[in-house]
């Protein structure tokens, strides 16, 4: 099997990428309890949720390591998860049925697909300029650092200033810097796992300042009865509703973009394997067709995708043990659950800072594509919103070289990019 005989030729073996998958799921276990429960607000069953979320990721994972030999992992994004379950089918918001948004994921997928098999995919990546697809990493980094200081704690909320310092009495905060110092420790010291390993010393320090009960635990295998329900359930009687069709252009502009920013990133800049990004590309866009036949919302490139990778993950088999575990996550949940917030945090941290360190690759100097970068790398974390924070800067660019007399060096396909962002825009002021 090419996932266990070309492992040297990418300098690594099967323990590392055992680990590393390991690693990711850990990470990303969250996904499982945060996107079940806000996908209860539709009316699906909880239980039925979690069978939706676990499939999903689990196929994903295993397109990525049987397809693409890559150690990225899909799972079903908080920001597509939202934007399905709050403007797609939220009454005061577009207002589908669930059947009608899984049917509008389907036909997303599908359109996805459409450019990630085609030429497009190419033209796409050769149109927008390299450091555009750079910082769109860098941003992220930044977002997900936002996503870790807010959930230690360490950043809250403030209604003066918008944001502001956290408590650093409270235990929260206290947990996760002694996580962080942990965590650092292990990544400075290069210990295998080191990731995995923090993630279970911070359940114990959580343990010891009682933030983390164990009491509760039980070995209980959810129903699939429920299920039965939301499987393979889509109602395409919105095709002929204009605002199917904006919930779908709104679908496939997300999953579009911030899979190809994530995977262009991690495949070239992070594992410095850029022929694995064309497979990753078109099975993310097969992983998103799925997503709307188990009922889940859309699949992207986790950004949680870094903690295996930095834990020197670099081919498919560590996508195929997080699969796995996804499955077997169907049995241990209430172990999953104990996992602390402050334990996952300084994770987030760290991988941000390793995205964040790519702006040194980005001419941010040069003020016709320093700008378009700068508002991508400000607004991602600001809006957060990937896809808009992205849609800000692609706009930007040929504003800029139009400005600067220079219309003719930017491409036909990045002025189309622009205008379909504008349009997004549009969209959502007239939805």
Do not use: H
């Not at 692609?394 to 060096?409: N, Q, R, S």
Request: with cysteine; aromatic share 12%.
């Amino acid at each position: 099997m090419k996932l266990f005989t070309n492992l040297e030729a990418q300098k690594t073996n099967v323990r590392t990428e055992i680990m590393a998958g390991l690693t990711t799921f850990f990470a990303i276990a969250y996904i499982i309890i945060v996107n079940s429960e806000t996908l209860a607000i539709t009316g699906m069953p909880r239980t039925a949720a979690i069978f939706a979320i676990v499939f999903a990721s689990a196929v994903g994972c295993f397109i990525m390591a049987f397809y693409a030999d890559a150690p990225i992992i899909l799972v079903p994004g908080l920001g597509e998860c939202a934007l399905f379950v709050f403007t797609i089918c939220g009454k005061d918001a577009m207002g589908l049925s669930l059947g009608q948004g899984l049917a509008a994921i389907f036909i997303s997928g599908i359109l996805f697909s459409l450019i990630a098999f085609t030429k497009l995919a190419q033209i796409l990546t050769e149109a927008i300029p390299e450091d555009l697809k750079t910082i769109i990493i860098v941003g992220i980094g930044l977002f997900l650092t936002f996503v870790g200081l807010k959930n230690a704690g360490i950043v809250v909320a403030n209604p003066a200033t918008m944001v502001g310092l956290g408590d650093f009495g409270s235990v929260k905060v206290i947990v996760t810097l002694i996580n962080l110092a942990i965590a650092l420790f292990l990544f400075f010291r290069n210990v295998p796992g080191g990731f995995l390993i923090s993630l279970a010393l911070g359940t114990v320090v959580g343990m010891i300042f009682g933030i983390v009960d164990i009491s509760s635990i039980s070995f209980e295998m959810p129903s699939i009865s429920e299920y039965s329900g939301v499987f393979f359930n889509m109602d395409f009687s919105g095709l002929t509703n204009p605002t199917f069709w904006v919930a779908v252009f709104s679908l496939v502009l997300l999953v579009t973009f911030e899979n190809l920013g994530l995977m262009y990133g991690q495949t070239t800049n992070m594992i410095g394997a850029p022929e694995k990004f064309k497979n990753s590309f078109r099975g993310g866009a097969i992983s998103v067709i799925t997503c709307g036949i188990f009922g889940a919302s859309p699949t992207i490139d986790a950004i949680e995708t870094g903690a295996g990778i930095a834990a020197g993950g670099r081919t498919g088999l560590t996508a195929l043990t997080t699969g796995i575990l996804f499955l077997l996550a169907l049995l241990f949940t209430p172990i999953i659950m104990i996992i602390p917030s402050e334990a996952i945090a300084p994770i987030l941290i760290i991988i941000g800072f390793l995205m964040v360190s790519n702006i040194s690759r980005v001419d941010i100097g040069n003020f016709e594509i320093g700008f378009p970068c700068f508002l991508i790398l400000s607004a991602i974390p600001l809006t957060f919103s990937i896809v808009d924070g992205i849609a800000l800067g692609f706009i930007a660019y040929p504003l800029v070289m139009i400005f600067k007399g220079k219309a003719k060096e930017v491409k036909v396909p990045m002025y189309v990019v622009s205008l379909i962002f504008v349009l997004s825009f549009v969209l959502k002021v007239i939805a």
